[in-house]
Every structure is written in C-alpha cells, then in structure tokens.
C-alpha cells in the first residue's frame, strides 16, 4: 500500500458518495442483511445512528453505539455485523483522484486511492466517541440530503461539511488524548472553551487569567477543573499544542527554526528546541532530516 506525505493545505475533500444504511439499500432493521468483508477503495467516514452491532476493521473489533464514527482508510478490510444504522460518506481526500460523483459506483473493484499521511490525518483514529453526536448526526444528515439534491453550490457545501466532520474527529481525538486513562472521560463545556481558545490562539502570549476571562471562570477553579477533566494542566496542555503545531510546521515547510519557535509561541529559540527534545526526544533540525 503506497503512503504519500501531504500538507494540510492539500486537504480538500470531494465527497465521492453519500448513504444512510440500511435505509438507502431497500433493507430495515428488521431484515438486515448479512454483510460479507470488504476492501476499501477510498477514505469511508460511518456515524452510527443505534447501539448495538459491531465492526472488523484489520484484525480488530469495535464495539458500536450511537455517535461512534469509524474511519476508513484506502486498502483496509472491514466487515459491519448488524443490525444497525448508520450514515456513510466516501472521501477523495485531496479532490486529485479523477473519480467522479456522478460516476461513483460504491463498492465495486476501482483503482486504489493512496492512503496519505499528515500530521492532521494520522491524529485521526479509526474509532471515535465523539462529544457531540447529535450535532455531527445532523451534519451528515444534512451531507446526505446536499448529495441527493446536487445543485450548482452542492460541491462547495459538500467540501464545507466533510472539512468540518474530519475537523470534528481531529479534534475530539486531540482532547481524549490528554485524558488519563484512570479518569472518566467528561468534559465540562469550561473546559471546551478553554481547550479551543488555547488551539486558536497558542501562537500568542497566553496568560491562565486571559484563558479564565474568556470561559468565565476564576483562575484557580479553571485551573482545578481543567486538570481534574483532562488529567493535565493547562500549561502542559498549551505546550503540547505548541509542540504539535511545531512538528507539523518543520515536516510540512521549509520554514527555519527559529520561524518556527516564533509562530508557535515560543519567546526565544533556545527554550524551543530544549522543549521540543524533551517532548519528541530529537531535536527541530533532526526531526527535519529524518522526515527528509
């Protein structure tokens, strides 16, 4: 299976086809059909709509429930055992594969699409409890519907909603990777909003009084419940957001290293790369050559 390297900016879905199953197929819950493993072709995105059921996704199972969403790359195999419901969209992730909507056949043997790497992407998992279901449910609803109608505008809103639906389980992802494994997994909507102002703004100078001004809470019960929901403080949260965005920028430009300090939100060189070993265990300039 052939990997290339993209930037984000080379991100830029086409939605290839749309579904609801079993609905869309002519089936119900109550005559599910048996379904038999299959190889991927493209990037497949699934939201479930009931609990129950499961997936085969390689050579591991996933349990299922209403809000899980399945990522699918190119060349892997799956088999969904029901009976279930859920939501399906098929992505050309950088819109260059030549295959067209109208033409799609879903299923059926095509050419391989590549499976691409990319900081962005790889954070993605291949199973995600997502925190908000009911509004990711409505978003491929409502992808689905566009599908069908396919207006003049539909591409563009096509493209709108799969960049929001791959954001959503990029970022997702992010917030459960700093949760202790021994902590339940809640989130406080504080919590959210200090999350996202820190993803929005770690390029500048952020002080914990700024992030408790903008949630609405005091500097010490923020501090507290940040840390009690995410099994990190928020400074160590903020610099794994610095360090992140530092990797993907010194992988993907070839911006010098001290640029890169600068728009991360480092003040001074020096203090950037002795974080940047400390967390990844090379330093910015061997990070670079081995990714060369």
């Excluded at 969209?89 to 056949?105: A, F, N, P, Q």
């Excluded at 010098?256 to 400390?278: D, M, P, T």
Aim: aromatic fraction near 14%; charged fraction near 25%.
């Amino acid at each position: 299976m052939d990997h290339f390297e993209i930037s984000t900016l080379e991100i830029s879905p086409t939605i290839l086809f749309a579904y609801r199953f079993p609905d869309d197929y002519g089936f119900t819950m109550e005559n599910f059909p048996k379904l038999t493993g299959r190889r991927m072709y493209d990037y497949e995105i699934e939201i479930y709509l009931t609990d129950g059921g499961s997936i085969l996704l390689e050579d591991k199972v996933y349990p299922l429930q209403r809000g899980s969403v399945i990522f699918r790359r190119p060349g892997q195999w799956a088999q969904t055992r029901g009976p279930l419901q859920c939501y399906c969209i098929v992505l050309d992730i950088t819109g260059k594969t030549m295959k067209m909507s109208d033409s799609y056949v879903h299923r059926a043997p095509q050419p391989l699409q590549p499976q691409y790497r990319n900081a962005f992407l790889d954070n993605i998992q291949p199973l995600t409890e997502v925190n908000e279901p009911e509004r990711l449910i409505y978003l491929f609803e409502q992808t689905r519907k566009e599908f069908r109608n396919n207006w003049p505008h539909t591409p563009l809103i096509l493209r709108s909603n799969a960049l929001e639906i791959l954001y959503t389980l990029y970022a997702d992802t992010m917030l459960k990777d700093y949760t202790s494994i021994d902590r339940p997994i809640y989130y406080h909507k504080a919590i959210r909003k200090a999350a996202e102002y820190i993803n929005a703004n770690y390029a500048k100078k952020i002080t914990l009084m700024k992030i408790a001004d903008y949630v609405g809470l005091s500097t010490n019960y923020l501090s507290r419940l940040f840390t009690d929901c995410m099994g990190i403080t928020l400074s160590a949260y903020l610099m794994n957001v610095r360090l992140r965005r530092a990797k993907e920028l010194l992988i993907y430009t070839q911006l010098h290293v001290w640029e890169v300090a600068n728009l991360c939100g480092f003040e001074s060189q020096a203090y950037f790369i002795s974080a940047f070993k400390r967390k990844f265990q090379l330093t910015p300039r061997q990070l670079r050559i081995k990714y060369t």
